[in-house]
């Protein structure tokens, strides 16, 4: 399965930076304009609608319709692992009904020298078999522009001077 990987140091507490990432609010955020992202619903683990805090168990129905070109791409994701260890934590979900075979997305953090360590890590499949795995080392094209706004603008809205 193909990855891709990026790495940013911010100078924000792990606290502010765990709580931001944890909301639906924050992912909303940090996704370039140009995905036209929309949440279409999101539940809790107990199935209670527009929770506050991503617990595992979650799911977000979303869809988008990148540059405003072709038709809006649906998918639900599922908040499959969360957990916390003091100055260090990680969220995992995963799309389902979505426009990728295969989809974990892996978010940690981690408190470093008065600041976080944001690190995003996707394991995907691409569509359409064999011919899909030819074009899964071009993925990193399409996914750093977007990778690169959402940690830039995790930095602004979350780093101090």
């Known amino acids: ?40 619903a999101a539940r809790g683990p107990d199935g209670e609608p527009d929770p506050d805090i991503l617990e595992e168990g979650s799911e977000i129905d979303l869809s988008m319709r990148p540059f405003g070109v072709g038709p809006r791409q649906g998918w639900t994701s599922r908040i499959v692992e969360r957990r916390r260890d003091g100055d260090a934590g990680l969220f995992r979900d995963t799309m389902h009904d979505g426009p990728f075979e295969r989809w974990v997305h892996t978010h940690s953090f981690y408190a470093d020298a008065g600041g976080t360590i944001l690190r995003d890590r996707v394991e995907y499949r691409l569509p359409c078999g064999d011919l899909g795995r030819l074009a899964e080392p071009f993925g990193e094209i399409g996914f750093e522009p977007m990778f690169r706004y959402r940690h830039r603008e995790t930095k602004r809205r979350l780093e101090r001077p």
């Open 1 to 40: 399965m193909a990855t891709y990987e990026r790495e940013t140091y911010l100078r924000a507490p792990f606290e502010d930076v765990w709580e931001f990432h944890s909301a639906i609010t924050g992912l909303t955020a940090v996704t370039p304009k140009f995905m036209n992202l929309r949440v279409e």
